[in-house]
């Protein structure tokens, strides 16, 4: 079974300044996607980025990037110019690749608390 | 064009009753997820409908259980309520299929229960 571990319960980063997310995965599979979900205190859900593991580019949106590294099965979420708005909760999420009928599920991590402070 | 939505919003149970929670998917899906998120904790995945069947499944009890409609709105039930059983229960949608789809998450309801 997959897992996803994001190591850092608690982060906080200054206005306008840059911060990373941290995340690990465990998987057998070569083939899997992988995000970044936000969650702020709405509860809603919100996709932030996403990446293909067949791609060797790093996903970009906007002020988000992320550092995918297969081999180490690391995933890590760049915030740059942080704004009060990015406060929120962040999981990091795996789907695998393999067909199945309908879609295959996430898998989250435990997530992140990011705290922007002005 | 209306996201996910999902009702209620809140619900208060006492333990041992039963509860139903409904979901209606945004405009185009046809697959229906429902996880368990307890508070502090990343969100579980429940099980999964597609074609009015239950596709996948995680590790739930057969406590719970959903159902999917026609129009592809989906049902989550669960039976026999343990107060572990409180959590936000989040409805997803995606289209089904292959690819990097993005599942989109409703606001989801908050069960408590007592």
């Known amino acids: 079974a997959q897992t996803v571990t994001q190591s850092q319960p608690e982060m906080s980063v200054q206005e306008a300044e840059t911060v990373t997310l941290s995340c690990t995965y465990d998987?057998?599979?070569?083939?899997?996607?992988l995000f970044w979900y936000k969650q702020p205190p709405s509860r809603q859900m919100i996709l932030v980025i996403r990446?293909?593991?067949?791609?060797?580019q790093n996903a970009t949106e906007n002020r988000f990037s992320v550092n995918f590294q297969k081999a180490a099965k690391s995933f890590s979420l760049k915030i740059s110019d942080s704004q009060l708005g990015d406060a929120a909760m962040y999981f990091c999420?795996?789907?695998?690749?393999?067909?199945?009928?309908?879609?295959?599920?996430?898998?989250f991590g435990k997530g992140t608390r990011l705290s922007v402070i002005a | 064009d209306a996201g996910v939505t999902q009702s209620p919003t809140h619900l208060i149970k006492t333990r041992g009753q039963q509860v139903t929670l409904r979901c209606s998917p945004k405009?185009?899906?046809?697959?229906v997820s429902w996880y368990q998120q307890a508070l502090g904790q990343g969100p579980q995945f429940i099980f999964q409908?597609?074609?009015?069947?239950?596709?996948q499944r995680g590790n739930f009890p057969d406590r719970f259980s959903g159902h999917q409609f026609p129009n592809y709105s989906s049902e989550l039930n669960v039976n026999a309520l343990l107060l572990g059983d409180s959590a936000l229960y989040l409805c997803?949608?995606?289209?089904?299929?292959?690819?990097?789809?993005?599942?989109?998450f409703g606001p989801g309801t908050r069960l408590t229960v007592t």
């Open positions: 998987t057998s599979e070569s083939d899997y996607y």
């Open positions: 990446q293909e593991a067949y791609k060797q």
């Open positions: 409908y597609y074609e009015e069947e239950e596709r």
């Open positions: 997803a949608s995606s289209p089904s299929g292959g690819g990097s789809y993005e599942q989109y």
């Open positions: 999420a795996y789907r695998s690749a393999i067909r199945h009928s309908g879609n295959t599920p996430l898998v």
């Open positions: 405009s185009g899906h046809d697959t």
